[in-house]
């Protein structure tokens, strides 16, 4: 049994008459582990602008870029590209915002409610990215499909969307399960941490 299970099971213990010092000691436990959480959170987030702003400099993606401009999506990619990088920096702010109100709050209920809006605003980034490809994703295999499948038979036709939908619902798993390793598990822990507190505030 570690400390904070230490510390819960004695602080049951004790009559309601009592000074619970006890609680005082876990709320700061949690307010400890869950800045350092949100700390995290924040952290990857800026980690994973910059992997993804690499992988997009690198040399091979000019030849990628010439195809887009080919099928007519130049000012499409362009206009995706500023909207999911402003959307990035808008979620870093809001992670990073999170992270210094948790740090700072000063009450088990103030806590509480800065667990819960970090949690939302993880969803929310995780949403976003998803909706975001799928719609990406969808526009461009619409267009490639006109340029490659339109004089195709209805048979072809029909064999090529079935393809994309399947590649689409793969690639959507990796990503699920790209964010759900990321972000699940310490989403994960604050809700945890939220139980506690709800637990010594009840």
């Known amino acids: ?4 299970d230490l510390l819960k099971k004695d602080w049951k213990r004790q009559d309601k008459s009592l000074p619970h010092v006890e ?7 949690m307010h400890k582990k869950s800045t350092s959480i ?3 959170i924040f952290i990857i987030s800026i980690a994973e602008f910059i992997f993804w702003i690499g992988i997009e400099s690198l040399s091979f993606f000019d030849d990628s870029l010439n195809i887009i401009k080919d099928m007519g999506l130049g000012t499409f990619y362009k206009v995706s590209l500023y909207v999911n990088y402003v959307a990035i920096f808008i979620f870093i702010y809001l992670f990073y915002r999170n992270y210094k109100k948790i740090s700072t ?19 929310a980034y995780v949403l976003f ?3 975001f490809f799928t719609i990406s994703f969808a526009i461009v295999s619409y267009v490639s499909l006109n340029d490659v499948v339109s004089d195709e038979p209805m048979k072809v ?3 090529a969307i079935g393809f994309i939908i399947a590649f689409l619902v793969v690639i ?27 637990e010594i505030d009840s």
């Open 23 to 29: 609680a005082d000691e876990i709320r700061k436990m």
């Open 129 to 131: 990215n998803l909706i």
């Open 172 to 198: 959507l798993l990796l990503i699920i399960g790209f964010y759900v390793l990321l972000y699940g598990i310490l989403t994960k822990r604050l809700y945890k941490n939220y139980n506690i507190l709800k």
């Open 105 to 123: 709050s000063n009450s088990i209920r103030q806590l509480m409610r800065d667990i819960i809006i970090t949690r939302k605003t993880v969803k």
């Open 1 to 4: 049994m570690d400390e904070l």
């Open 157 to 159: 036709k029909l064999i």
């Open 38 to 40: 949100v700390k995290w």
